[in-house]
């Protein structure tokens, strides 16, 4: 396999997005052009890439050298050089399969769920557009290529989430997504920026720093690395820079499931095990990194309980994991936080897309105390996410539980037994909450009399295929208990961190209580909600509902201080001090210009008087200075 195929990885849906979109206009501009040509280019695209990355996995798994493609020189300056590059390791094509295997199966079902939107060619142009994007941020073979991927996903999720922009509401949320990363990305900036100060002219491609990263000071490496982080707090909705992420569910169903599921917020966790011969080298920001996922793990999964609209459920679900994900790669276990990205994955497009199913078919509706009884009258959406409930709750044998004890299991073995304790109770609250939100949808009475709007085959085969992967996936991380290989760190072996193991026995325990507290936050919910009466008025308020007013809090300090901030500025700084002050030197000079100006009158004999007054003054001042 020729290494030039890395960059048709990339290539393929940014022409076809680039494609899409020229058609889209020309369709409203001249010729309206079928649905079905747009579908056909939009799924060709991140297919044709899984093709070409399945064939570079099959390549390495057969023993083949890591793939790198230099297709020309993107900057240099004066020793610095840096190259438009893609790497093709095992890190990279693990994520390139399963980013365009979901994204192809979101692709197929976005067909029947955006049909009738008359947007339907740009909706698919951003798509691929994004896919092109975060397949440039796996791909690139240096931080500064991946920060062209970061940032182009960043402005597919502004276009995507304020999709229907003729709400007010989406383009707040769209210009919340987007402001809140680009205050993560400024913290990225400085790392990249300080990085390159440091290591810029030895070589800035990942081979090339991880040999020379040892040679930069400690409190340089802990700037470096926390600056990073700061960035994918953004990117993964972590603590304190979540808040866009549940306004983000303003953009299509779609849209969700591609940025929770295949894009967008994994970024964070992939760049953090990208670095890992960085964090390696300053654990104490990596234990920061952990404890910083574990709180927002809890914190989500808190918030989310109160919850009434079914897609904020599962946002604050996906915070919640991805908190999972950081506890692992911050405690150096790269490969284990992987294996929950790949995992999070199958379950978490399917909620998301079961949760689109259930959204058409009453109508739009996605208040969940709206729904209810509708076990019988969408069986195949009933059954489907039941697997992905089970799978994010962490019970066995389902991938979420595999993925997620693994964790759990690394943060006891590193001894950091308050993390443990967080996961351990946020895994209790995960199934809680989703058999909350399972019970009240599918169980009791039935709440609307509205009729089912029927479902077609792009909706159901995704949904069949991911709760294959919901279902089975975890089974390639088998824990050493089952005296199994496990796939993912044979496979990532460079990233699979420190070999600390505990006995058998105690790790059947681990996982023993593991699965109690995944029980007893669904014994809770079925007691609370199975029977649900819904005749009682839903009336929720508190704190927890309104999400411990940090938006509150945010828009007072941040956007109404800056407000206030800006009209100091412009009020007091601006215009009393600064203008005035410019204006009253210029009006000083122009008021001694007319001065000067009544001198210069074209009048000879008062030009011969000043001449002779200055000369009798000189003539006077040598007398009295020489006599």
């Known amino acids: 396999m020729s290494s030039n195929f890395l960059a048709w990885i990339v290539l393929i849906p940014l022409i076809s997005s680039a494609f899409l979109g020229l058609l889209y206009l020309y369709s409203i501009k001249f010729k309206k052009v079928a649905n079905s040509v747009f579908t056909f280019f939009a799924i060709l695209a991140p297919i044709s890439s899984f093709i070409i990355g399945l064939i570079f996995f099959i390549s390495l798994a057969n023993g083949a050298t890591d793939y790198m493609y230099e297709p020309y020189t993107w900057l240099g300056v004066n020793g610095y050089i840096i190259s438009m590059g893609f ?44 896919m092109a994007s975060m397949l440039l941020l796996v791909l690139a073979n240096s931080p500064i ?31 919340k997504a987007f402001i809140v990363n680009r205050v993560g990305d400024f913290g990225f900036i400085v790392g990249l920026v300080t990085m390159f100060f440091y290591m810029g002219k030895l070589g800035f491609d990942y081979y090339a720093l991880q040999d020379y ?29 979540y808040v866009w992420l549940p306004d983000a569910m303003a953009g299509p169903t779609p849209v969700s499931a591609l940025i929770h599921a295949a894009t967008m917020v994994t970024a964070g966790v992939y760049m953090v095990a990208r670095f890992h011969f960085l964090y390696d080298l300053i654990p ?53 936080g992987l294996f929950h990205v790949f995992t999070h994955a199958f379950f978490k497009a399917l909620l998301f897309m079961s949760a689109g199913a259930i959204i058409i078919a009453l109508h739009h509706e996605q208040n969940i105390f709206k729904m209810g009884g509708l076990r019988k009258r969408l069986p195949l959406i009933y059954t489907v996410m039941l697997i992905a409930t089970l799978s994010i709750s962490g019970m066995p044998p389902f991938a979420g539980f595999f993925s997620k004890d693994e964790i759990l299991l690394k943060a006891y073995i590193h001894h950091e037994y308050l993390i443990y304790a967080i996961g351990l109770l946020t895994a209790s609250l995960t199934a809680y909450y989703m058999f909350r939100l399972f019970f009240i949808t599918f169980e009791g009475k039935n709440y609307t009399n509205k009729k089912i709007e029927p479902l077609g085959w792009s909706i159901k085969a995704p949904l069949v295929i991911l709760a294959f992967g919901a279902g089975f996936a975890g089974f390639i991380g088998l824990p050493e208990v089952t005296g199994a290989t496990n796939l993912i760190d044979d496979w990532l072996k460079v990233w699979s961190g420190s070999s600390l193991h505990v006995e058998h026995s105690q790790e059947i325990i681990f996982m023993s209580i593991s699965v109690i507290a995944g029980l007893m936050g669904i014994g809770v919910a079925y007691v609370k909600f199975f029977k649900y009466d819904f005749n009682q008025e839903v009336k929720y308020s508190g704190i927890i509902y309104n999400k411990f007013y940090i938006d509150e809090l945010y828009d007072a300090v941040f956007v109404k201080g800056l407000q206030k901030l800006s009209v100091f500025i412009a009020v007091v700084v601006d215009d009393g001090i600064i203008d005035k002050t410019v204006m009253s030197l210029s009006n000083g000079f122009i008021n001694l210009g007319r001065r000067v100006g009544r001198m210069q009158s074209a009048n000879t004999r008062a030009y011969a008087f000043f001449m002779l007054v200055g000369i009798s003054s000189f003539s006077l001042y040598l007398i009295l200075k020489l006599g």
């Open 87 to 130: 790497l093709g390791d095992k890190l990279s094509i693990f994520m390139v399969l399963f980013v365009t295997f979901i994204g192809s199966m979101i692709h197929i079902y976005a067909s029947e769920y955006m049909k009738d939107d008359e947007g339907y060619g740009k909706f698919f142009s951003y798509f691929n557009l994004f």
């Open 145 to 175: 290529i991946m920060f062209i991927g970061w940032e182009g996903v960043g402005l597919c999720s502004y276009l995507l989430i304020g999709f229907y922009f003729e709400e007010p509401l989406n383009v707040i949320a769209g210009n």
């Open 213 to 241: 990263v040892s040679l930069v000071p400690t409190p340089v490496l802990t700037i470096i690395g926390i600056s990073l982080f700061i960035g994918a707090m953004g990117k993964s909705a972590q603590i304190p820079l």
């Open 284 to 336: 104490n920001v990596g234990l920061f990194i952990a404890y910083i996922g574990a709180f927002s793990a809890l914190f989500a999964a808190i918030i989310a309980m109160r919850q009434t609209d079914i897609k904020k459920i599962l946002a604050y679900s996906t915070i919640s994991q991805l908190g999972y994900m950081f506890i692992a790669v911050g405690l150096g276990a790269y490969s284990t």
